[in-house]
Nanobody, 119 residues
Framework: QVQLVESGGGLVQAGGSLRLSCAAS?????????MGWYRQAPGKQRELVAA???????NYADSVKGRFTMSRDNAKNTLALQMNSLKPEDTAVYYC????????????WGQGTQVTVSS
């Protein structure tokens, strides 16, 4: 099993910054082959924000490129998302996810952290 705990959400004005963190623990953390951040806004489907593989390959949603930066510390089993130049449309619950099986689906999810950007 993998447990994921997010932190760092909150309320910020447009143009501001927030940093999200995700701590991974559990018996299968050494089987993780990719991690990512997803978000879900009210009335919308959950969408990928950014993902990173064990090999270091990253993938960002077009809507956040140039504003968000993801980093992973394998020694500490943590994942971070630095969010700059935040916009009201970034308002959502942000989830950390981890994948242990081959393929594209994520197997484990955190409880989510709310990010609210006011205009």
């Amino acid at each position: 099993q993998v447990q994921l705990v997010e932190s760092g959400g909150g309320l910020v004005q447009a143009g501001g910054s927030l940093r999200l963190s995700c701590a991974a623990s559990g018996s299968k953390i050494f089987s993780i082959n990719a991690m990512g951040w997803y978000r879900q806004a009210p009335g919308k489907q959950r969408e990928l924000v950014a993902a990173i593989t064990n090999g270091g390959s990253t993938n960002y949603a077009d809507s956040v490129k140039g504003r968000f930066t993801m980093s992973r510390d394998n020694a500490k089993n943590t994942l971070a998302l630095q969010m700059n130049s935040l916009k009201p449309e970034d308002t959502a619950v942000y989830y950390c996810a981890a994948r242990v099986r081959p393929g594209r689906l994520y197997d484990y999810w955190g409880q989510g952290t709310q990010v609210t950007v006011s205009s």
